[in-house]
């Protein structure tokens, strides 16, 4: 123990002695030490994103689409070519499959620009096409007024439910149930706002949206158009039944051969959960990858700075052995320095990662977590490069004869 803790003294004396030396040769190891902590902790904000807003149906609900849900690279033109799902398809499912509690149509379009006599939003909204059922299939509830009923769903009536930035944008420090908004040019009653949500990992806000019923959406953009289907279960011991049967019902409507790949996705909120979590492995071994590249360049620099010491302190280390020194006591000496060398590196990386993690939480306001194992495993990569290069220095040191050492100026 007493060793230890000379070989420590040795090596804090060392790295004192020099320290703007010291610290241009960790800047790799603080380098990548930091991008591992900025990456998890964005990777656990994003995780944390997605948990609450992929999961944006409701219980015991599952989605049918014409497109796949995913990240990276996917073929449109491929799935562009699969057959539309219609209204039609979810009267059938109602009809048909017993296990199923509601179906909601949903069909979106992006990029809208709505105005009252005195204000209008950037030309960034959405609009929702859908029924009265979508409050149970979506989980969303109406925080002011309420949503539209089945006679105004049947009738296309103009009215609509309004998202929280849409009513700030338009309608600030005012109440907006009640009054009229335009969309393209025709006037909509509003009569509800939606609740807070947020926006979806950080980027698309949920609350820049608008709920018009979809028989008036068809009028606005077209009825021949492909749309979602949000399907709840009567309850959550039939789910998987209710998946089932309308997988059944939608193959024999769309005539597909028992050969044949569905060509319609299915979506629960934990499919799209495990979607992310691909996503984000992938993430994660790049920011490792990354990580290792950074913190062999700071090996790099260990290795040479260790060197130095060894060449600049031949006649000590001499001097040393002739007087009793053992070559594991020098041995230790200089791997003792090496690891407090790049362990010091990776202190230095990790406060510089909680540095930008702290500037995205202020100034993009997005949610980053750094997880305790993410800052374990940086120390802990760090140290094991600092050991790794700083042997053959050690070794070489713990070597070196006495006699022709103490010779050395």
């Not at 149930?177 to 950080?202: A, E, F, H, N, T």
């Not at 305790?372 to 070794?395: H, N």
Request: charged letters at 20%.
């Amino acid at each position: 123990m007493r060793a230890f803790l000379d070989n420590l003294r040795l090596a804090l004396g060392t790295f004192l002695g020099n320290p703007l030396r010291s610290l241009l040769t960790l800047l790799g190891i603080v380098i990548g030490v930091a991008t591992v902590i900025t990456m998890m902790a964005l990777i656990e904000g994003l995780r944390e994103q997605v948990n609450k807003n992929l999961g944006s149906l409701g219980a015991h609900t599952f989605e049918v689409t014409k497109w796949p849900t995913g990240f990276g690279r996917i073929n449109w033109a491929k799935y562009a070519k699969r057959k539309d799902i219609y209204g039609e398809d979810v009267k059938a499912i109602l009809e048909a499959c017993p296990s199923v509690g509601a179906a909601t149509p949903t069909d979106m379009e992006w990029g809208k620009k709505l105005a009252t006599a005195f204000r209008e939003t950037h030309p960034s909204v959405s609009i929702l096409g859908t029924e009265p059922t979508y409050l149970a299939t979506s989980g969303v509830t109406v925080t002011n007024g309420r949503f539209f009923n089945e006679t105004e769903s049947l009738d296309g009536r103009p009215v609509m439910v309004i998202g929280v930035d849409v009513a700030d944008a338009l309608f600030p420090g005012m109440d907006p149930v009640g009054s009229d908004v335009r969309l393209k040019g025709r006037p909509y009653r509003v009569i509800g706002v939606l609740q807070k949500r947020g926006s979806v990992m950080g980027m698309a806000s949920q609350d820049n949206q608008v709920a018009i019923p979809m028989r008036s959406f068809q009028q606005l953009y077209g009825k021949h158009r492909s749309v979602e289907i949000d399907i709840q279960a009567r309850d959550g011991a039939v789910f998987q039944k209710a998946q089932d049967e309308v997988v059944n019902l939608l193959r024999r409507r769309r005539e597909l051969t028992p050969q044949e790949a569905n060509d319609f996705e299915v979506h629960t909120n934990e499919s799209m959960t495990a979607s992310f979590n691909e996503l984000s492995q992938v993430i994660a071994l790049a920011g490792v990858g990354v990580c290792l590249l950074s913190l062999v360049v700071g090996g790099i620099g260990i290795l040479n700075i260790m060197l130095m010491s060894v060449t600049e302190r031949t006649r000590e280390i001499g001097i040393r052995k002739a007087l009793g020194a053992r070559r594991r006591r020098i041995l230790g000496q200089f791997a003792t320095e090496a690891v407090l060398l790049s362990l010091f590196g990776g202190l230095l990386g990790v406060g510089l990662g909680f540095g930008f993690v702290f500037l995205g939480k202020w100034v993009l306001l997005f949610p980053m977590n750094v997880p305790a194992w993410a800052v374990a495993l940086s120390l802990g990569m760090s140290c094991g490069v600092g050991l790794l290069f700083g042997i053959y220095p050690a070794s070489r040191a713990a070597k070196l004869d006495p006699v022709e050492a103490m010779r050395t100026e």
